[in-house]
């Protein structure tokens, strides 16, 4: 079983920027890779980005080169840095863990960029 803990949502301008960490506990060693995903009012929930254990990543055509998936191993951390934020941006972002058994999310984290 695995728990994730998401932080460093909240409300940012267009342009800005806002960091979210995601804290795993619990299986750790059964998580072979990181995701971001998000969910806007009225749409389905979408990826956003995705790191291997080996550290390979992948983005969203609609963030990439705006955003930064990364990982502190020590502190069995995901990070998904945002930058140059978009009103499109807005949407409760969620921290995804794949295991061999069942895919676990964090609680969400609320992103609004007001215009």
């Known amino acids: 079983q695995v728990q994730l803990v998401e932080s460093g949502g909240g409300l940012v301008q267009p342009g800005g920027s806002l960091r979210l960490s995601c804290a795993a506990s619990?299986?750790?060693?059964?998580?072979?890779?990181m995701g971001w995903y998000r969910q806007a009012p009225g749409k389905q929930r979408e990826l956003v980005a995705t790191i291997s254990n080996g550290g390979t990543t992948n983005y969203a055509d609609s963030v990439k080169g705006r955003f930064t998936i990364s990982r502190d191993n020590a502190k069995n951390t995901v990070y998904l840095l945002m930058n140059s934020l978009k009103p499109e941006d807005t949407a409760v972002y969620y921290c995804?863990?794949?295991?061999?058994?069942?895919?676990?999310w964090g609680q969400g984290a609320q992103v609004t960029v007001s215009s």
């Open positions: 619990g299986s750790v060693f059964s998580i072979y890779a």
């Open positions: 995804n863990a794949p295991t061999g058994e069942d895919d676990y």
